[in-house]
């Protein structure tokens, strides 16, 4: 996990100091007691942390000091904030496996959650994800639970699924609700629709959740267009305030919000390597890396284009590993910190419907994450609440 290791002796610290680099790193410190817990921590500038850490001991300081306690020093150059701060989360989990998850004050991605394993399917907003691949889907993640909250409610406005949460026991003599009453809901309760009905109204709301609103917007339009073509105008009215009133809720939603189960990226962060940027690929919501892509002369280009040696680096991950949920929750907390941050280093990619990711955007990617440029409007989505 951590890459380098040097043993510590107060006698020779000047040689320790300068054998570790002065940049970014996550590092461990262990004492001579198998016993002790280990300092585990991230720095912008690791020789000068250390020499705080384990110089001599200044008089009348409350500093902490830890130069007669350690015996062995761990550590890892990092390129970025996101590289030390998931590094990090790897180094603490295997060192404290009881008590990482205080230690790194995790705030879950809030998911809306589609209840397929129900009879009558419903949706909710969750922060605590199942088996990713079960009969649930979840769609996310979200800035915040209330943001999630708003475009679940403001896309449920254009369907009849149901809203309440309990169990349904269908009989004709329930009095129903608000919604049924309005013409907003299919009302199961008390069998006002066959079984049949319901669930092609979910499968409707499926598809447009699957496909962030835009297949709910092409149906409009089309119905639209047949009325007015129909000289139907009244209704054709009625329908283009439809889809006014569905635009803003679709056209803010952040590219980051997918189907879980179909989450597949490539972010790429600086390196600390010269010459080289830092992949991370993203599957299932799952972070797996970081693989270093060497940026190589131009001279040395010519007999295998960058496309292709970005295709062969991501074949290069290893087999993402099944995970437990609150693995890939973690992973996605991690993910949305850095994702909806006002500004971010890095630049992240997400795969199309069939798994394939924009190979020419990602390249001109590359080529400004390892220059430190910020993205061209083209090449980045808005982040902002849905």
Not at 53 to 75: A, F, M, Q, S
Not at 161 to 184: H, Q
């Amino acid at each position: 996990m951590l890459t380098e290791r040097l043993e510590f002796a107060p006698e020779r610290d000047t040689d320790v100091f300068s054998a570790v680099p002065a940049g970014p790193a996550v590092f461990l410190l262990r004492g001579g007691d198998a016993k002790s817990e280990p300092y585990v921590s991230k720095t912008a500038n690791l020789r000068r942390r250390l020499q705080r850490l384990l110089g001599p001991v200044e008089e009348r300081t409350k500093k902490l000091n830890l130069r007669d306690r350690v015996g062995t020093i761990e550590y890892s150059p990092t390129g970025s904030d996101f590289e030390s701060g998931f590094l990090l989360y790897a180094a603490l989990k295997a060192a404290f496996p009881k008590t990482y998850s205080n230690r790194l004050r995790f705030r879950f991605a809030p998911f809306v959650k589609l209840h397929l394993e129900n009879e009558y399917p419903r949706a909710s907003v969750t922060t605590r994800l199942g088996r990713i691949n079960g009969p649930s889907l979840y769609y996310g993640p979200f800035v915040s639970r209330v943001t999630a909250e708003k475009f679940m409610n403001d896309s449920l406005d254009f369907f009849k699924m149901r809203r309440c949460v309990d169990d349904l026991n269908p009989d004709p003599k329930f009095p129903g609700c608000i919604y049924s009453e309005m013409k907003m809901c299919l009302a199961p309760c008390f069998k006002g629709c066959t079984d049949e009905e319901y669930v092609a109204e979910v499968s409707r709301v499926q598809t447009y959740f699957d496909s962030a609103g835009d297949c709910l917007l092409r149906e409009l339009s089309t119905e639209r267009e047949a009325a007015s073509a129909s000289l139907a105008f009244e209704d054709a009215a009625a329908i283009h305030v439809r889809i006014e009133k569905l635009k803003p809720v679709v056209s803010q939603l952040p590219e980051i919000v997918q189907r879980l189960d179909r989450l597949s990226a490539l972010m790429i962060q600086p390196s600390h390597i010269d010459g080289s940027v830092a992949f991370f690929q993203i599957a299932s919501g799952r972070i797996s890396g970081p693989i270093q892509f060497v940026i190589q002369a131009a001279e040395h280009t010519k007999s295998q284009s960058m496309e292709s040696r970005v295709q062969e680096a991501m074949q290069s991950f290893p087999t993402s590993k099944t995970k437990s949920a609150l693995e890939t929750m973690e992973h996605l907390a991690l993910l949305k910190r850095w994702y909806y941050r006002g500004s971010r280093t890095g630049e992240i990619f997400f795969a199309d419907i069939k798994g394939e990711l924009p190979i020419r955007r990602v390249v001109r990617g590359i080529s400004r994450v390892f220059r430190g440029e910020k993205p061209e409007p083209e090449d980045i989505k808005p982040a902002e609440n849905a």
